[in-house]
């Protein structure tokens, strides 16, 4: 029901399992998801970061990363489709693209990574 629900937004693509997304990310407006039950967090909203995207998710998508995730979050209750329809005209569109890299950067990125591994790894 939700497929069909979302698939009656004009500007809205849904995809399946993608071996390589890089071709579909960079014109997309806005990265997406949303989930019920999560055990932490979404590769895929590491890989909209990385490609500036801004997201669009609920809570406990936004709870399950570090810091404040920047994104737009959506209660899942009876409004949501109504809210979805309504994101389209958040201002800072493009302010929203460099803060979802920036917080690439800060947390996944390969020189944090380094960082981390010689701090969990380092001789005491």
């Not at 809210?83 to 990125?109: C, E, M, R, T």
């Given at each position: 029901?939700?497929?069909?629900?979302?698939?009656?937004?004009?500007?809205?693509?849904?995809?399946?399992?993608?071996k390589n997304i890089e071709d579909l990310l960079d014109?997309?407006?806005?990265?997406?998801?949303?989930?019920?039950?999560?055990?932490?967090?979404?590769?895929?909203?590491?890989?909209?970061?990385?490609?500036?995207?801004?997201?669009?998710?609920?809570?406990?998508?936004?709870?399950?990363?570090?810091?404040?995730?920047?994104?737009?979050?959506?209660?899942?209750?009876?409004?949501?489709v109504s809210n979805l329809g309504k994101i389209q005209?958040?201002?800072?569109?493009?302010?929203?693209?460099?803060?979802?890299?920036?917080?690439?950067?800060?947390?996944?990125?390969?020189?944090?990574?380094?960082?981390?591994n010689e701090i969990l790894w380092r001789k005491i």
């Amino acid at each position: 029901q939700a497929k069909k629900s979302l698939s009656s937004f004009p500007n809205l693509s849904l995809y399946g399992y993608r071996k390589n997304i890089e071709d579909l990310l960079d014109d997309k407006s806005f990265g997406y998801s949303i989930m019920g039950d999560s055990t932490g967090m979404q590769n895929k909203v590491i890989d909209y970061l990385k490609f500036k995207i801004p997201i669009i998710c609920n809570e406990q998508i936004a709870e399950a990363f570090p810091g404040k995730l920047p994104c737009y979050i959506l209660k899942l209750d009876q409004n949501f489709v109504s809210n979805l329809g309504k994101i389209q005209k958040y201002d800072n569109f493009n302010v929203k693209k460099q803060d979802a890299y920036q917080y690439f950067l800060d947390h996944f990125s390969n020189n944090v990574a380094k960082q981390t591994n010689e701090i969990l790894w380092r001789k005491i």
